[in-house]
């Protein structure tokens, strides 16, 4: 097993993508690094939320899924 540092890895990764040229093949490489990266996003945000601030979002959608909303407007209105 070769050990590569990031570097290394990102340039044998173009190097093989470069090589490919069936353009299914292609899109198939680039929808999975795709799902990939904003999964990793999505997870990155996730972590990066306090404890509490993550309740807070859970007790939203929470609230949300029981009906518990007002619009946008009613909100503005009241905090004004």
């Known amino acids: 097993m070769i050990i590569m540092n990031n570097s290394e890895i990102k340039a044998n990764l173009h190097d093989l993508v470069d090589q490919i040229e069936d353009k299914t093949v292609l899109k198939a490489c680039f929808d999975l690094l795709k799902r990939f990266s904003m999964k990793s996003q999505e997870a990155d945000f ?32 009241k905090h004004k």
């Open 46 to 77: 996730w972590l990066e939320l306090s404890e509490d601030e993550r309740k807070e979002i859970e007790q939203g959608i929470k609230d949300l899924k029981e009906g518990k909303s007002i619009s946008f407007n009613s909100f503005i209105n």
